[in-house]
């Protein structure tokens, strides 16, 4: 399967604690997003990478958040200090360029305790 | 990037045509129509996009008006599987904004 992959699909922690999710994005695709839905809400944009640098950041995305992409490959979105609205699923997708489709992952589901 | 207007729900009998509307009555010149599903658990796929002239692939058809303020988006012969929340969304530069979306139901 050449798609986007997540990992873990599903991540349970305690209030508090640090956690990391991987995407791997289809090999070639040199933009990489990062976007946050909650229960019976539409996915929300989060973040943009094209190779290694991150262009854009949403206010959505506290001092809490970082993400990365080294080497303009995979990228991580580590969440610091989680609270109870932190849970969501973080969906991934890629695209070649801009105005190309961008094919999502199936995502990272994140409950906080 | 321009917003949308999609009804919240619809039906559909299986083996018939869906035709989903969309209004995006403030789309600029630039600016891409792209539509998207997403079935429960799964990461939002992506379906179809167009700019101007009407688009088909193997999944739909899209069919943008000639001024470019409203689409629909065309499933052929809809299964049970096509049962979904289906997003048109208005493109400018590289942030999608989902709305609500229509969620569609296919019935046997």
């Known amino acids: 399967d050449t798609g986007?992959?997540?990992?873990?699909?599903?991540?349970?922690?305690?209030?508090?604690?640090?956690?990391?999710?991987?995407?791997d994005p289809i090999s070639?695709?040199?933009?990489?997003?990062?976007?946050?839905?909650?229960?019976?809400?539409?996915?929300?944009?989060?973040?943009?990478?094209?190779?290694?640098?991150?262009?854009?950041?949403?206010?959505?995305?506290?001092?809490?958040?970082?993400?990365?992409?080294?080497k303009g490959s995979f990228s991580t979105l580590e969440i610091q200090r989680t609270e109870q609205g932190d849970s969501a699923m973080y969906?991934?997708?890629?695209?070649?360029?801009?105005?190309?489709?961008?094919?999502?992952?199936?995502?990272?589901?994140?409950?906080?305790? | 990037d321009a917003k949308t207007t999609q009804p919240p729900s619809m039906d559909c009998a299986e083996g018939r045509a869906a035709n989903l509307p969309c209004n995006h009555s403030t789309i600029s010149g630039n600016e891409y129509v792209y539509w998207y599903r997403q079935i429960h658990s799964q990461g939002p796929q992506y379906i179809i996009h167009g700019l101007k002239n009407?688009?088909?692939?193997?999944?739909?058809?899209?069919?943008?008006?000639?001024?470019?303020?409203?689409?629909?988006?065309?499933?052929p012969h809809a299964t049970l599987r096509d049962t979904a929340v289906y997003y048109c969304i208005v493109l400018g530069d590289y942030k999608l904004s989902f709305g609500a979306g229509t969620t569609v139901t296919v019935r046997a």
């Not at chain 1, 508090?16 to 995407?23: A, D, E, K």
């Not at chain 2, 009407?54 to 499933?75: G, H, Q, V």
Request: charged residues 25%; positive net charge.
């Open chain 1, 91 to 113: 969906l991934c997708a890629s695209s070649l360029q801009d105005h190309q489709p961008q094919h999502f992952g199936d995502g990272t589901r994140l409950s906080i305790l």
């Open chain 1, 4 to 23: 986007v992959s997540q990992n873990p699909r599903h991540k349970i922690t305690k209030r508090g604690q640090n956690v990391t999710f991987r995407c």
């Open chain 1, 28 to 70: 070639e695709h040199n933009r990489l997003y990062w976007y946050r839905q909650t229960l019976g809400q539409g996915p929300e944009f989060l973040t943009y990478f094209q190779n290694e640098a991150q262009l854009e950041k949403s206010r959505l995305l506290s001092d809490r958040f970082s993400a990365e992409r080294p």
């Open chain 2, 54 to 75: 009407n688009e088909t692939n193997e999944m739909a058809s899209l069919i943008i008006t000639e001024d470019r303020k409203s689409s629909t988006l065309i499933l």
